[in-house]
């Protein structure tokens, strides 16, 4: 009981952090400060234009993979200890 | 070699494809139909995941919209991708864990009651044949447009290819004919939009190539910008919409596509629950190659569509421009009659109007790539719409099989029998969707895009808090699920079709958009659920082990 516990706890902290990167990537910097980014250029885009068509999607694959990495490794991690 | 050869053997040689993998792949028990028997390899599963996802849409409309809005284009590439990460992290590897066959299966289980069930079923068939009406429509638009059918011969073909391999194969059937699929129309989308990056940029990455400079040392997009403004239309890399309506429709979008029962279903077929965090995760790099070089081609052809067209004379202009305009997907009247094309923001000087779908079907021709490309495009656009009519009318034979009657009317029903039943139920869907395909409901267009609303005003909330939720119980999210689809359904009806007084834009609630309402309709939902549930008896001992049970490691 108690490992199950830290093992879904572990998971819910897991989930805030990413879901809290997948927040500011698309909602804060495509959309909510898209303008003040816009005033930074990266070679021909404004910075807040690429986030909102490019960058956003791109963090959400890697966020997904991270996601990915970090629950097998606590997998493996509570398989050892059952 | 003429173009319409090309044409018929790039689709025969696919539809053969789609076909030997149906016959090869056919189902023989329940769960193959349903889930493929439940061990489809987390790339493929990925791969099919992708085709399932994008759509008719996605391939052919979604560039040229970009294309024509701009930054405000933004909404649909981030809200039809980050809903995956929602999907990998807050859905795919419980609902995998819980193991069972259908949506309704987990809300009808979870809350323990065949009311839920059927509340849960009732959604499903809303949300997806408001979805696949669509479909058969543009598979018979691509089908009259390249084979030069007419659009109900072009419905008739598509219907019986996908009732080929879905009522026979079923989930199994569908699953590999949609990696094909997905294999095809990546293939028939990159190929164009690299030809035209090399073309423009000089860089065969379009996802670089569009913050490049052109041949003539200017930056593209600054050069874009400036031609918009030279006519008057909205700056290409900023917004016109408000900024919340611009949140809340991301928002909709993302967690509508959570929400969708064709999508969900697609975690149901692999093995085990880190098998469906991968394949979610393979699913979005498979989507995002479309979808970050969408932006790309948006950005090319609407540079090459003003270049070519503005001020140009109407005679002399290249060929493909006289062909698009017997199609009526170019329009133009010389408004002054100066031979020259005014291609302007004001309505009343513009002489040309042309249709967002041209942006990528004409593309090859305006970049003047070989024939051979051009009918890779016919190949592909097909694909898309038939590998997601194909996953939507899985979902709605098995509501009908498995969770009407098997569950609802008939628990007694043998395996065989049920198999009868989603093999009819699939059938009766093909009929009626391409009823709609060769007479569309003139909102077929406007309810595609809300049917995320729809997805998201539902099945979203009720979904998360069973998992997330011990507390959670079927009075709360019935209550919720009800409240939040007939907001939704009230909302759309009245601002789309203008029932119960319509309205105008100045009538929208705090300003927001049907497209975006989809978000609040959720909150409310939320709110209804935790406080309905408040006021009754929490779950009983059963329901507190399964959510354990889901929630603990493999």
């Known amino acids: ?82 | 070699m003429e173009l319409q050869y090309w044409i018929w053997i790039a689709v025969g040689i696919s539809f053969s494809l789609y076909i030997g993998i149906a016959i090869w792949s056919r189902a023989s028990s329940t769960k193959e139909f349903y889930v493929a028997g439940g061990g489809v390899h987390p790339i493929a599963n990925g791969m099919a995941t992708a085709a399932d996802w994008m759509s008719a849409a996605s391939f052919i409309s979604m560039a040229g919209i970009i294309s024509f809005n701009g930054y405000d284009g933004s909404v649909y590439l981030m809200g039809w991708t980050g809903g995956y990460v929602l999907l990998a992290l807050l859905l795919a590897p419980y609902l995998r864990k819980f193991g069972k066959f259908t949506v309704p299966d987990f809300i009808g289980d979870r809350y323990y009651s065949n009311y839920a069930r059927g509340v849960a079923v009732f959604c499903a068939l809303i949300v997806s044949f408001t979805y696949i009406a669509g479909q058969m429509r543009g598979v018979g638009v691509v089908f009259s447009r390249y084979l030069e059918v007419d659009i109900t011969t072009g419905v008739v073909i598509g219907m019986c290819i996908v009732l080929f391999y879905a009522v026979l194969g079923g989930m199994k059937g569908i699953t590999y004919t949609q990696v094909a699929q997905y294999c095809v129309l990546i293939f028939a989308f990159m190929v164009p939009a690299v030809f035209i990056s090399i073309i423009m940029t000089g860089n065969a990455i379009p996802q670089i190539g569009f913050g490049a400079t052109g041949s003539d040392g200017v930056y593209l997009l600054d050069k874009l910008d400036g031609l918009h403004r030279e006519l008057g239309f909205h700056e290409y890399t900023t917004g016109s919409k408000s900024t919340l309506d611009v949140f809340l429709i991301t928002l909709a979008l993302m967690v509508g596509t959570a929400g969708l029962p064709h999508v969900i279903v697609r975690f149901f077929t692999v093995k085990k629950v880190s098998d469906a965090r991968k394949s979610a995760g393979w699913a979005l790099l498979f989507i995002a190659i479309l979808y970050t070089t969408a932006p790309a081609i948006a950005v090319f052809s609407r540079t090459n569509l003003i270049e070519t067209v503005s001020n140009k004379e109407h005679a002399n202009l290249p060929g493909w421009f006289e062909k698009w305009q017997t199609t009526g997907l170019i329009k133009f009247e010389d408004k002054n009659q100066d031979g020259l094309i005014q291609y302007v923001a004001d309505p009343e000087i513009n002489e040309l109007i042309v249709d967002a779908d041209i942006m990528v079907l004409a593309n090859p021709e305006i970049a003047k790539l070989p024939n051979w490309v051009i009918a890779l495009m016919a190949a592909g656009a097909l694909a898309a719409a038939l590998s997601t009519a194909a996953g939507l009318l899985l979902v709605i034979s098995a509501s009908v099989s498995h969770d009407l009657i098997k569950k609802i009317i008939n628990p007694a029903v043998s395996e065989k029998n049920e198999l009868i039943a989603a093999r009819l139920s699939a059938f009766g869907a093909v009929l009626l969707a391409g009823y709609f395909g060769v007479n569309p409901p003139g909102f077929v267009a406007a309810t595609v895009a809300l049917a995320f609303g729809l997805a998201a005003a539902s099945f979203f909330p009720a979904i998360v808090m069973g998992i997330f939720s011990k507390r959670m119980n079927k009075e709360g999210a019935v209550s919720g699920m009800v409240v939040g689809i007939l907001l939704m359904l009230f909302y759309m009806t009245k601002f789309k079709f203008g029932w119960f007084g319509g309205g105008t834009n100045e009538d929208w609630w705090f300003g927001i958009s049907p497209e975006g309402f989809g978000s609040f309709a959720m909150l409310v939902n939320f709110v209804v659920s935790i406080i309905v549930s408040k006021l009754t008896p929490p779950p009983g001992q059963e329901i507190q082990s399964l959510i354990e049970n889901i929630r603990k490691p493999n």
Request: glycine share 8%; aromatic share 22%.
């Open chain 1, 1 to 82: 009981m108690k490992i199950e516990n830290t093992y879904w706890n572990t998971n819910l902290k897991y989930l805030v952090i990413l879901l809290s990167i997948w927040f500011i990537a698309s909602f804060g910097f495509g959309i909510l400060f898209v303008d003040a980014l816009n005033e930074i250029k990266m070679g021909g885009f404004k910075l807040g234009f690429w986030f909102a068509q490019q960058g956003s999607i791109y963090v959400f694959v890697i966020l997904i993979f991270v996601y990915i990495y970090l629950m097998n490794r606590l997998d493996a991690k509570y398989k050892t200890k059952e």
